[in-house]
């Protein structure tokens, strides 16, 4: 039953409707299972595109963990023959695409989906509509078109459109209908719903990231530590993103993003994405922009279940190394700039002389691999028989490929200088002994790296809000993040502090001998600097650590007592419920 305020239509528009791909697919498993979403919206319907061709994609969508039950699909022969099959195969004849509608489960619940292949979309009907989004927005799409992924997103919205007003019948006269799009991706779909039905939707932008910014900290060698300072010390004299890095136009992400601009509302899921959006120009720097922070998952675990979990994690250990660890520390992540695996070893290097005089010893698991899908079974089987993975690597496929290999490296320097750590790089996909070798406990699972974790990683580069950092929080792990995780503004909202977990490693502001005073000193921040920045912070951080380690089950069962309390007020229900409604409110009265 809907409350007086409830939504009757959201519409969410994504790259991730069909199955999940990264960071964008948990957060709609978490939204779209909050109760107080489902207790608020009368219908959500998910609009993206999908790739026909794609076996592999296809092998997703269709695999039984993905929940998806069709009710229409060309390419699976599916057509009941009522009234909606007729419309959408119409569409699918008219722009020559081929659409997929049916339910797909999200979390606990279910939810519409609409996917439409427009890989061989008519040209005729695709250059009708640059043109019209060149007269109705300025959009020039002839300095994109040859990005194929702006191209992609084009060329689907049109039929995604058109599917969408047939999926809604009646529901589309409604007033309360909202259609949000999830970064730049379904920027293309509301701008289309916004010519075919001006007015119709009340469209919301939800900024997971600030697309420009990501490859200028990533690519600067100064990092986080450059660009945050930069930023604020520009904004302090009245500059903005291109007067500071140059002019983004040409980068077709900034260019859908400054059109969403003009959308009824806009979302950040972190206070820094806030900055970052009001840094790029004129146009946001005037626009109210709510903060949507993502939620965490707190599933409640007995103490029980968490000691079971981090002794199938030593056992582990002990059939790798031959000794069995006090404590087990892991980082679970792609294996990208961007989430600074090398400041783990940072912390580390001084974690290490303070663990080797408390007697007590130490291994990380970096669960991280540079291959989005991992190794096949047979090839870790192979690896594990012939050198001894995941202890031992070698250079090429089927083991260490792209930024592994550094990063292996300097695993291997570390390994040999260590007293106290031994660090264990398992580059895979999965968490089992069929994903990762016979030395694995046989009942191992993916829960056992979170419950079983005394201590997590996250210290980012980039890094916008961050879910992976905070899940062992609530099994009394301590979370070790950097300031530019954007979770970091919601667990202090919630009252953390390193009493209940969560340790923050500042790797943004500077010491006071390194002070720079304008925009231009902070640009020239390089390696050298953040260097010297990285290990100062490292060292609070580990001081931290060593601090509220548990020394025993009893400060342990504390301290999982403690995170799991501030975990529950970061749930999907709190934002739900004390963010994103409130905001949603605000933006449909605003345009009513």
Known sequence: MLTSEGIEVIVHATHEAAYKIGG?????????????????????????????RDAVGMERLHAPSNGLSLHYSSADGVSPGDALSQRLRAIEAEYGVRILYGTRRFGQAQHEVILVDPNQAGTERVNNLKYGLWQRYGLQSDRYESNWEYDYYIRAAEPQYLALEAVLGPDLQRQRLVMMSHEFMGVPLCLVAEMRRPGAFCRVYYAHETPPVRPIVESHPGHDTMFYNAMRLAQRDGLSLGRVFGDQSGFFKAALLDLAADFQAVFAVGDLVVEELR??????????????????????????????????????????LGWTPDYIFTHVARLVTSKGLWRD?????????????RGATTVLFVLASALGSGRRAEDIARMETEYGWPLEHREGPPDLVGQEVPFYEAVTAFNKQAKAIRIVFVNQFGWSRQACGQRMPEDMTFADIRVGSDLEFGQSIYEPFGIAQFEPLPYGALCVVSSACGCVGFAQRS???????????????????LKVQTWSEAV????????LVERFRAREAAEAVISHLPADDAERGQQMRRGYELAR????????????????????????
């Open 345 to 357: 070893l940072r912390l580390l290097e001084h974690l290490d002389d303070q663990l080797a005089r």
């Open 569 to 592: 007020r970061m749930t999907w229900d709190v934002v739900v419920s004390d963010y994103m409604l409130p905001a949603l409110a605000r933006a449909l009265h605003a345009g009513s």
């Open 24 to 52: 964008i697919g948990a957060v709609l498993d978490g939204l779209l299972s909050a109760t107080p979403y489902l207790k608020n919206v009368g219908r959500s319907v998910l609009v993206g595109p999908f790739d026909s």
């Open 524 to 531: 020239q921040i390089g390696q050298d600097t953040r260097d």
């Open 279 to 320: 840094f790029l120009g004129p146009r946001f720097a005037n626009k109210a922009v709510d903060l949507v922070y993502n939620g965490i998952p707190a599933p409640a675990r007995s103490f029980d279940e968490k000691l079971r979990s981090r002794r199938r994690m030593q056992a582990y250990a002990r059939n790798l």
């Open 495 to 513: 009252g953390a502090d390193a009493s209940s977990g969560v340790i923050v490693a500042d790797y943004i502001s500077l010491p006071p001998n």
